[in-house]
């Protein structure tokens, strides 16, 4: 204000301007934050990153995700000087001295006790008091923690190791300078591979932070979870260099599929028990020996599927996709195993063929040794417990040092005769069991109850083939009548078409006809009221205008879904009217 009084006291001033600036602010006080010019201790770092950036270019050292590779060179190729002194009280102190009398500056490994210049002694040289930038420490980390600059054969044993995981925002701060300097002191990069993951969030979409005091502690979701539910929800949710979002309700997944292998665990148990001259640590080795006289379809289905988990786990993991193998593992114990085999081996479980019931115990055990395995990296603590309840392992042994599971030889897949096609049908099967299923729930069948079913097969061999099914069928459909039979023309009662066929549902004695048809009546026309109220939100030219995207797409996906709930019950009150 001043300045201006002055300029217009002289009649100097053309005009003013408003202008905004920027001035800094510290963060958790809001003080002021004044910069003013200092003398700094530079490192010069073009020569650094020259040879740290053809070790990237050339594939010594790859980025995952790969797209970091651009911010990396972008970043290498532009780098500037690094100012690496610090004006504050803690830290390493800048190893350059001065001598008082004659003013000479140099860089020393330890104090020295003369000036190399002018002799003077040791009461008379000052260190720098500042101290080195706290990333200067850090570049050095993957070596120094190894006993470097000394000989040490932890160094040699260690240096250099195999894989990096860290954040993408120190990419530059840490990572690349780690490179730099294994490159310059060490001879060789000091990893191979960078996996940059993304950064939790809360569900709202904001970084977790104590400020915004949005933060989750880890201890509160092991306390309440387990920590491999925090471990195994947070891979199956993320994806490879994605950031995610959380909330404590996100790790119910990983608590919950703990379960389900738990409870898995204590039901083979329950009947290995039953088989105790069974050697479980020979089989869980993969010393698998089975009847192949024995052996059903879905037995051979389970064995394909658990070939194919292993090859698909491994490639995910190799290729660092860690969700696409929480997946794999996921889809395969839960749906094939605890859903489906589980469920079909009950039948030969508690029947009283001897022989067909070790043949799937020593099914199940290899297939859930062999899911243990590919689950430890995912859940280490659950697979572990375990393996030793299992029998699976000694006192003195770890499922952490059990060899990573392996395909089965082309020996034993002829042996056992798995084939696709053998998958292809049992796969097909399941689709007509689910198809049941849901026609029982379609008309409000109680699930306990044991319902009359008739399958309309495609071809006489699919009918000769379910036919030879036939109690299984029965067994997972609750059904204590079932017909099967090839061809046919459509029945006028509710049924679902399937690949290997067409499942109907007699509803005659099942269900009251006329009171179901109220039922879905009065939904429909609920349904429908919905339905007419989402149409004239979109249809309105002002609510479309003036919408986020946001909440029109909600809009429209919900008219989806009411349209097609509406299209369901339309053809269930349809297939209720027909039976009246």
């Not at 008739?454 to 036939?470: K, N, S």
Request: hydrophobic content about 45%; charged content about 25%; glycine content about 6%.
């Amino acid at each position: 204000k001043q300045v201006i009084a002055d300029l217009e006291a002289q009649g100097l001033l053309v005009k003013t301007d408003p202008h905004q600036h920027a001035v800094g602010h510290c963060y958790r006080c809001d003080t002021v934050v004044e910069p003013r010019l200092s003398k700094q201790w530079f490192v010069r770092m073009k020569p650094l990153a020259e040879p740290a950036i053809e070790a990237v270019r050339t594939g010594k050292i790859v980025f995952v995700p790969q797209r970091w590779e651009k911010t990396y060179f972008d970043w290498m190729e532009n780098i500037r000087d690094w100012c690496i002194s610090r004006q504050i009280w803690w830290g390493h102190r800048i190893p350059v001295y001065t001598c008082t009398p004659c003013g000479h500056e140099w860089a020393a490994k330890t104090a020295p006790n003369t000036c190399p210049k002018c002799g003077a002694a040791a009461d008379q040289i000052t260190q720098d008091e500042d101290v080195l930038d706290t990333w200067f420490s850090s570049w050095l980390w993957p070596f120094s923690t190894f006993g470097w600059p000394a000989d040490h054969p932890d160094l040699k044993f260690y240096y250099p190791t195999t894989d990096l995981t860290t954040a993408p925002d120190i990419l530059f701060f840490w990572v690349a300078r780690m490179i730099m300097a294994g490159c310059k002191f060490m001879g060789e990069v000091p990893f191979r591979t960078v996996y940059l993951h993304g950064t939790v969030r809360d569900d709202k979409g904001r970084k977790m932070s104590k400020s915004l005091g949005n933060s989750i502690d880890p201890l509160d979701i092991i306390e309440t979870y387990s920590a491999d539910a925090l471990r195994f929800s947070l891979m199956l949710i993320t994806s490879t260099g994605m950031d995610v979002y959380v909330n404590m309700e996100k790790f119910e997944i990983g608590r919950n599929f703990a379960t389900k292998i738990w409870n898995a665990a204590r039901f083979m148990k329950m009947h290995m028990e039953n088989a105790p001259d069974m050697d479980w640590r020979a089989m869980a080795a993969g010393e698998l020996t089975l009847d192949a006289a024995l052996l059903r379809d879905d037995d051979r289905h389970m064995l394909a599927k658990c070939e194919a988990a292993i090859q698909a786990v491994t490639e995910h993991l190799e290729k660092y996709r860690l969700q696409d193998g929480a997946l794999a593992i996921y889809d395969f114990v839960w749906g094939n195993f605890c859903d489906w085999y589980l469920e079909y081996a009950k039948q030969d479980l508690y029947g009283t063929d001897d022989a067909r019931r070790r043949q799937i115990l020593g099914v199940m055990t290899d297939v859930f040794a062999k899911a243990l395995k590919l689950l430890h990296p995912y859940m280490p603590f659950l697979t572990e417990e375990l393996w030793h309840q299992m029998g699976y392992g000694t006192a003195e042994e770890s499922i952490m040092r059990a060899p990573w599971p392996k395909a089965y030889t082309e020996t034993q897949n002829r042996a056992w005769g798995l084939s696709a096609e053998v998958t292809a049908y049992v796969d097909a099967k399941r689709e007509l069991i689910t198809a049941g299923r849901a026609l029982r729930a379609d008309y409000n069948v109680a699930p306990a109850k044991f319902v009359h079913h008739i399958i309309q097969a495609v071809d006489e061999a699919a009918a000769a083939r379910l036919a030879a099914d036939a109690e299984t069928l029965k067994q997972q459909l609750r059904s204590d009548n079932l017909e099967i039979a090839a061809g046919g023309g459509e029945k006028a009662m509710p049924g679902t078409l399937c690949k290997l066929g067409t499942i109907y549902l007699p509803l005659e004695g099942v269900v009251d006809v006329k009171a179901e048809a109220a039922r879905v009546k009065a939904e429909l026309d609920k349904t429908l009221g919905f339905l007419k109220g989402v149409e004239a939100k979109l249809g309105n030219a002002g609510f479309v205008a003036k919408a986020p995207p946001a909440v029109i797409g909600q809009q429209r996906a919900k008219q989806k879904e009411l349209s097609e709930t509406v299209a369901r019950l339309q053809k269930l009150l349809a297939t209720f009217s027909a039976a009246g």
